[in-house]
């Protein structure tokens, strides 16, 4: 079973910057896509960026120019680089992984991203 963990949530002042971890107990380099996602509270979880093996990424438009997603196979590790936070950007922040195509299998369990005034 791969083990996907976060980490970097906190709590942030609108305008704020917050940068995500995401480790992995396989190498990176063997999946085909990583992702982050993110939770509302009393929403779904929705895509808000994405990254393939071949460093095409994809964003959702509301973080499109905001966001930046990243991998990296020295360190093993994905990373969601989060600038002019708003209100709107609470949620908890998950990030998934994928061994085949677009498919994400393995998830992690999330972490607390708050944004306050």
């Known amino acids: 079973q791969v083990q996907v963990v976060e980490s970097g949530g906190g709590l942030v002042q609108t305008g704020g910057s917050l940068r995500l971890s995401c480790g992995t107990s396989?190498?990176?380099?063997?999946?085909?896509?990583m992702v982050w996602a993110r939770q509302r509270q009393g929403n779904q979880r929705d895509l808000i960026a994405s990254?393939?093996?071949?460093?095409?990424?994809y964003y959702e438009d509301s973080v499109k120019g905001r966001f930046t997603i990243s991998r990296s196979g020295a360190e093993n590790a994905a990373y969601l680089q989060m600038n002019t936070l708003k209100l709107e950007d609470t949620a908890v922040y998950y990030c998934?992984?994928?061994?085949?195509?677009?498919?994400?299998?393995?998830w992690g369990q999330g972490t607390q991203v708050t944004v306050s005034s």
């Open positions: 998934g992984a994928g061994l085949t195509g677009s498919y994400v299998r393995y």
């Open positions: 990254i393939t093996s071949d460093d095409v990424t």
């Open positions: 396989r190498n990176i380099s063997s999946f085909s896509i």
